[in-house]
């Protein structure tokens, strides 16, 4: 009410505007601050709206000079302490519509000062209506308020409409349904809530968006005597896209798949991260997030916590259609969302809802050459406890390895020193990561080292492709990288995915192997194009399976304490791993 009366004093800018900011007494502007502060009001229908004006700056005595225009009536919540007075009254119209525009001061006198501030208050026929909201475009599941907004004959806006009884009219209740107070979980003023709990519809009206498309929502004020026209607003309900990816560097002839996903409408807190489709093709769904993730490189945790409630919008859709900026650099399928690489440059895809063109979303596409890959090693995991479901959730490599070990030689030696003795051990996600490609000019070339896993345990070997700037490149389900590892390997082969980009490995026995990835060509055999890698991209990297790395004895060492001049010695030895070792005191104080 109060966002009201300001709307009300703003829109009240007529012939007598600056007689309403003066004090009867003939005070000035700034006494009236100093006292109180009133808002303009406009007021409609006798004896039902009424309009809380309060005063600021004491405790009043209130008085109208118009009785038969307005009542004034003050709440035992608003009464000083002292008993006498109020900081706020209740206006009600008395006069009726019929009698035309009328006018009355309500007075307000402080009672220790004696300065008194005043507020005209107007009585008038609404001329016409407005329906107004904070937005016209509506997610499916949010929920929106529709308030009504009044203005007299001179546009000026009345201050509060609550009490009076207005009838809504909404065709598409399927598209867009009334709700209830208690079922917003928003709070109505008593009197709205009064009218609600009786049946009767206020000027606020709760919608909640169920399904793409437009509902127009029509508001009439109900009564005897009430001739003003209704008002009128159109909603239109769309649904929370998503696109992925919004960033994608492929190669000429790669084949890629855009996921257009919304928010899953019937979610609660025990939905799984794969979520039916509305053709219930789960399947399909979990392929797909299995390549967009492969796609990315990106954690499986994060992208199931980040899917958590989406669900996939199959195409094609007569609800949404593609387009792109420049085909001359790839090719687009306009009903599925697939694209396929061309010549070398950028263009933007876009997705937009055919009922409103404004809907959109978009990702940008740069077709570019590769220059070299890398290969990563990720994960430590139990002998057979994730590599069926790393290839089934299409998990990547980079997921698992915040909890992991690997070991890398280092060309270094050292004595005994405070920071221990001999090489380092090297945190998975800190590995070094290598990259050749035959005939490259070594600009992404790292330090290869060794890789020491542990016998016993499961690992992901990823490829990863890098343009010639350095960035990531999009791994696309046309591309098939050769990956093999030489001699009788120590590593057994778990599962890979279609591209080998992703091969989960087992490390069974003790020794070395040398994995070796080739890409020397993407080709996409519907359109009967390929494209030749020149020089072909060749990464290799030797895996040492070691032991577990163990401390002897393991058992704990009790060592007596002596005087500081006399220090006791025990020698500790480890063994396993890749024999360089690091030892540290958890206190070195003891």
Excluded at 189 to 203: A, H, Y
Excluded at 363 to 386: F, K, M
Aim: proline letters at 3%; glycine letters at 8%; one cysteine or more.
């Amino acid at each position: 009410d109060s966002a009201a009366a300001a709307a009300a004093a703003a829109a009240a800018a007529d012939d007598d505007a600056a007689d309403d900011d003066e004090l009867r007494d003939g005070s000035d502007a700034s006494a009236t601050a100093a006292a109180a502060a009133f808002s303009r009001v406009n007021a409609y229908r006798p004896g039902i709206v009424s309009f809380r004006l309060e005063a600021h700056g004491g405790c009043f005595v209130w008085d109208t000079s118009s009785p038969h225009v307005v009542s004034l009536v003050a709440s035992a919540a608003d009464e000083c302490e002292s008993g006498r007075g109020s900081t706020a009254v209740l206006v009600s119209a008395v006069a009726s519509p019929e009698q035309g525009r009328m006018s009355a001061w309500v007075v307000a006198e402080e009672i220790l000062t004696g300065q008194r501030v005043e507020c005209e208050v107007f009585v008038d026929k609404i001329a016409r209506m407005e329906v107004l909201t904070s937005t016209k475009i509506v997610t499916v599941g949010d929920t929106e308020s529709l308030d009504v907004q009044a203005f007299d004959a001179n546009d000026n806006v009345f201050s509060t409409l609550e009490g009076l009884s207005f009838q809504w009219n909404n065709e598409n209740e399927h598209i867009l349904r009334r709700l209830m107070s208690a079922e917003a979980g928003m709070d109505f003023t008593p009197v709205r809530q009064q009218m609600e709990d009786r049946g009767l519809s206020t000027d606020r009206l709760l919608v909640q968006g169920m399904r793409p498309g437009k509902a127009p929502i029509f508001a009439k004020l109900i009564g005897v005597g009430y001739d003003v026209a209704q008002a009128r607003v159109s909603i239109s309900v769309t649904e929370p896209l998503f696109l992925e990816p919004t960033l994608a560097r492929i190669t000429p002839a790669s084949e890629l798949e855009f996921l257009l996903e919304t928010r899953h409408r019937d979610l609660d807190k025990s939905t799984s991260a794969a979520v039916l489709d509305d053709n219930g093709q789960q399947q399909h769904y979990q392929q797909q997030q299995q390549q967009r993730q492969r796609q990315t490189g990106a954690s499986p945790v994060h992208k199931r916590d980040k899917r958590r409630g989406r669900r996939l919008i199959t195409m094609p859709s007569s609800q949404y259609k593609w387009s792109c900026s420049n085909d001359t650099v790839l090719d687009l399928d306009v009903d599925m969302g697939i694209i396929v690489g061309h010549e070398l440059g950028r263009s933007r895809v876009t997705v937009a809802d055919v009922s409103l063109e404004e809907h959109r979303k978009e990702a940008d596409v740069y077709v570019t050459e590769p220059v070299s890959i890398q290969l990563r090693l990720h994960g430590r995991r139990p002998r057979g406890s994730a590599a069926a479901d790393a290839m089934a959730s299409g998990s990547s490599a980079s997921a698992s390895a915040s909890s992991t070990t690997m070991y890398t030689r280092r060309r270094r030696r050292g004595g005994v020193s405070s920071g221990g003795i001999g090489g380092k051990q090297r945190r998975q996600g800190d590995s070094d990561t290598s990259s050749s490609s035959s005939g490259s000019s070594g600009k992404h070339r790292r330090p290869l080292g060794d890789w020491y896993v542990v016998e016993g345990f499961e690992y992901d070997v990823e490829v990863v492709l890098l343009d010639k700037w350095g960035n990531r490149m999009t791994i696309t389900r046309n591309m098939r990288f050769e990956v093999s590892f030489d001699g009788e390997s120590a590593l057994f082969v778990a599962a890979a995915d279609a591209t080998k980009a992703l091969v989960t490995v087992d490390a069974v026995r003790l020794g070395a192997t040398t994995v070796t990835a080739t890409l020397d060509k993407v080709t996409h055999e519907a359109k009967k194009i390929t494209y030749t890698v020149e020089p072909a991209l060749v990464a290799r990297r030797r895996i040492v399976v070691t032991q577990p790395v163990r401390l002897v004895p393991s058992d704990g060492v009790v060592l007596p304490f002596t005087c500081p001049s006399e220090r006791f010695q025990f020698r500790l030895t480890a063994t396993g791993g890749s024999g360089e070792y690091e030892f540290r005191s958890q206190d070195p104080t003891v």
